[in-house]
């Protein structure tokens, strides 16, 4: 069974950084794509970031590129999103879900929540 | 950018119902669109991609259609389950984008 389970949200201030974790199982982590997804409270779903295989291709939304960075482990089959300079738009539950080759996101996590708040 | 606009944003409906939910992109997406199903406090849910093709476990009273820049999520007969906010997406080019959603609310 394809499970993504994410982790490492919290509270955190205006400025701040915050890394979050997803770790996948079930599937061959090494042949997929790997992708963030967001939902502030009450809103719609907006992309944020996805990255390849292994590492060498990585796309941003604009209102994160140059903040936010996405890596992945392949040996750990986890990926990260690394979040600096933290706004209170950011404020959001935050889903990690497997990308497919086409680009469809086929299977997502059940989010971790990030607050950016004083 | 390619946006995406789901009407309507509310749909009200009765069980047995056939309803449609349509999207709309600003530009061609070459058919690479999916529908997912959210229920409050879960993560979305695949149903369709490709505009059409119905993803495994999903039911048959579930169906996509269109082409080009209109597409369309049609539920045949609406179960007590199906009542939820539904999004469409696009991948075909980056950013990726949802459209902002239809909630499907019991009349």
């Known amino acids: 069974e394809v499970q993504v389970v994410e982790s490492g949200g919290g509270l955190v201030q205006p400025g701040g950084s915050l890394r979050l974790s997803c770790a996948a199982s079930?599937?061959?982590?090494?042949?997929?794509?790997m992708n963030w997804v967001r939902q502030a409270p009450g809103k719609g779903l907006e992309w944020v970031a996805n990255?390849?295989?292994?590492?060498?291709?990585?796309h941003f939304v604009d209102s994160v590129r140059g903040r936010f960075t996405i890596s992945r482990d392949n040996a750990k089959n986890s990926v990260y999103l690394q979040m600096n300079s933290l706004r209170a738009e950011d404020t959001a539950m935050y889903y990690c879900?497997?990308?497919?080759?086409?680009?469809?996101?086929?299977?997502w996590g059940q989010g971790t929540l990030v607050v950016v708040s004083s | 950018d390619t946006q995406m606009t789901q009407s309507p944003s509310t749909l009200s409906a009765s069980v047995g119902d056939r309803v449609t939910i349509t999207c709309r992109a600003s530009?061609?997406?070459?058919?690479?669109l999916a529908w997912y199903q959210q229920k409050p406090g879960k993560a979305p849910k695949l149903l369709i991609y490709?505009?059409?093709s119905l993803e495994s476990g999903v039911p048959s009273r579930f169906s996509g259609s269109g082409s080009g820049t209109e597409f369309s999520l049609t539920i045949s007969s609406l179960q007590p389950d199906d009542f939820a906010t539904y999004y469409c997406?696009?991948?075909?080019?980056?950013?990726?984008?949802f459209g902002q959603g239809t909630k499907l609310e019991i009349k």
């Open positions: 490709r505009a059409s």
């Open positions: 990255i390849n295989q292994d590492a060498s291709a990585r």
């Open positions: 079930g599937f061959t982590f090494t042949t997929y794509w």
């Open positions: 997406q696009q991948y075909n080019s980056y950013p990726y984008t």
């Open positions: 879900a497997r990308l497919t080759n086409s680009g469809l996101t086929d299977h």
């Open positions: 530009q061609s997406i070459s058919g690479e």
